[in-house]
């Protein structure tokens, strides 16, 4: 079975420092794509980054980026130089061949809520 | 940008009671999907449609029933409301046909309290 774990429900950064957001997954499908989305405060989820099972390099979008391993199955956010205004729940999400397909169906974990503080 | 709107911010309804939630994309998205989010357990899918009339029950679709009678639109039935379903509910939106990845994107949420 497909699934998503993100151990931290909550974590503090100061401004300006980088954060790193945890994310584990099991799937045995080889080819999966992997997505981040953040939650703020007024509820809209917003997509931040996606990393391809195939992919060659870590995805990056700004201040954002993915540590992608693997062989470990984790696909952890790199978050640089917070910002008071990333404070919000920050969700990791899954989507397998088997899983998705062409209607691109999404497992979600529990989410981390990242406090930055100023 | 793509828009995806929800009838409803928040919502008390009472016990029993028949519930609508409606929710509107502009994109011309194939997909749109229903999820429910509670503390705790993340987002959890409910239904989704990947075309007009078709659907296909989620991971937790007991209880909930779906309409989708125009590709922009498509609707979260709650039969009979009890206090359980009291919940945050997700609309999504996708496409096959865009980004090689294609992404979700969603609406800004309908909080339901159910009394």
């Known amino acids: 079975a497909q699934k998503i774990t993100q151990t931290q429900p909550g974590m503090f950064v100061q401004e300006k420092e980088a954060v790193t957001l945890d994310c584990t997954y099991d799937t045995s499908d080889p080819s999966y794509g992997l997505f981040w989305y953040k939650q703020p405060s007024s509820g809209e989820m917003i997509f931040l980054i996606y990393q391809g099972s195939y992919d060659q390099q870590n995805a990056t979008e700004g201040r954002y980026s993915l540590n992608f391993q693997k062989a470990r199955k984790s696909a952890n956010l790199v978050i640089s130089a917070s910002q008071l205004g990333d404070s919000a729940m920050y969700f990791c999400a899954m989507r397998g061949r088997n899983y998705g397909g062409a209607t691109n169906k999404l497992i979600f974990g529990t989410g981390t809520l990242l406090a930055v503080q100023p | 940008d793509v828009k995806v709107t929800q009838s409803s911010r928040y919502l008390v309804k009472r016990t029993g009671e028949k519930v609508f939630l409606e929710c509107v994309q502009d994109m011309d998205h194939e997909n749109m999907f229903w999820y429910r989010q509670d503390p705790g357990l993340g987002l959890r899918l409910i239904y989704f449609s990947y075309d007009v009339k078709m659907k296909e029950k989620g991971d937790i679709p007991e209880g909930y029933s779906v309409s989708r009678e125009k590709k922009e639109r498509f609707s979260l039935i709650l039969e009979s409301a009890s206090t359980n379903q009291t919940s945050m509910y997700l609309c999504?939106?996708?496409?096959?046909?865009?980004?090689?990845?294609?992404?979700?994107?969603f609406g800004p949420g309908t909080r339901l309290t159910v009394l």
């Open positions: 999504a939106s996708s496409s096959p046909s865009g980004r090689g990845y294609n992404e979700q994107f």
